[in-house]
């Protein structure tokens, strides 16, 4: 009988941690699936940062650091540059990347670092039980936002891809989603051209993944998907932002 899917040899074979109905799991194996199609794993370092991925180290069959919160693309320039053929991606939630870290995500696209960056947006702190994140919806309830987050004092979301799309040192940001098979499969190529961007010495590579968080939306796995479609994709719409391989061909 033909194999017409597997588990990928880059996935550790445990359970996860992550709740009934988290996406984290989905983007794990994309990335997973892209070390065993370039056969990367043996020399690829993957840093997880502070969020519900942060035992992420215990799911790829690669080498893994745990940066601390919001600093894992300072932790894999470091790790990049010592040893230049190694692949290192970092795997960041939008509290991690898009607060905290803010500095190290602007700072390492503007220098160009060769790394890739799988950034997961939930639009919440999911570990720490569902506070606001910079990338919260307008009006989105959070246990730190109970009337819903008011622009007026809590400022507008981040959209990360459009704004690191502006520094030259970025080789390509793209957002994707996983809330459907469609969304799914353009998710993998994306994930898929990041790290070949990296071997092909193409510089700073972004996949944002608009993601769910049912635990913390307070909505069943399937609703979530459904809300996610609804209410994040309008504000984070998907696409290429800064591809230079397609400037290049212009
Ligand atoms: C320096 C520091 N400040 C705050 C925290 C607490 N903390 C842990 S995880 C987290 C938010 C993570 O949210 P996100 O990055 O969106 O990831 P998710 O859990 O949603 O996947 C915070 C604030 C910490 N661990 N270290
Ligand atoms: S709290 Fe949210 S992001 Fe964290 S594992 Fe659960 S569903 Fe996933």
């Known amino acids: 009988m033909q194999t017409v899917f597997e588990k990928p040899k880059s996935l550790v074979d445990v359970a996860m941690h992550y709740c009934p109905g988290c996406t984290h799991g989905i983007i794990h194996r994309l990335v997973a699936e892209t070390m065993d199609e370039l056969d990367i794993a043996g020399k690829t370092v993957g840093v997880a940062s502070v969020g519900c991925s942060v035992c992420a180290y215990n799911y790829f069959e690669c080498d893994m650091v745990q940066a601390p919160h919001g600093r894992a693309p300072a932790v894999a320039t470091g790790l990049k540059r010592a040893n230049p053929d ?46 606001m994140a910079p990338t919260s919806l307008p009006n989105m309830v959070t246990q730190t936002t109970p009337y819903g987050r008011d622009v007026k004092t809590a400022g507008y979301p981040v959209r990360v891809c459009e704004m690191l799309s502006t520094l030259t040192g970025t080789a390509y940001a793209e957002r994707v989603a996983v809330d459907s098979v469609k969304n799914v499969l353009a998710a993998k190529k994306a994930i898929k051209k990041a790290f070949q961007n990296q071997l092909d010495k193409k510089g700073f590579s972004i996949v944002e993944v608009i993601s769910s968080c049912p635990t913390n939306w307070g909505m069943e796995p399937v ?10 994709i309008p504000y984070y719409p998907l696409g290429v932002y800064k591809d230079t391989d397609r400037e290049a061909q212009k």
């Open 86 to 131: 190694s692949v290192v991606f970092t795997y960041q939630g939008d509290g991690d990347l898009a607060a905290i870290g803010t500095a190290e995500t602007v700072h390492s696209a503007t220098r160009g670092e060769n790394i890739t960056v799988i950034f997961v947006n939930n639009a919440i702190y999911g570990m720490t039980g569902g506070q």
């Open 223 to 232: 609703k979530a998907l459904e809300w996610l479609r609804e209410n994040m």
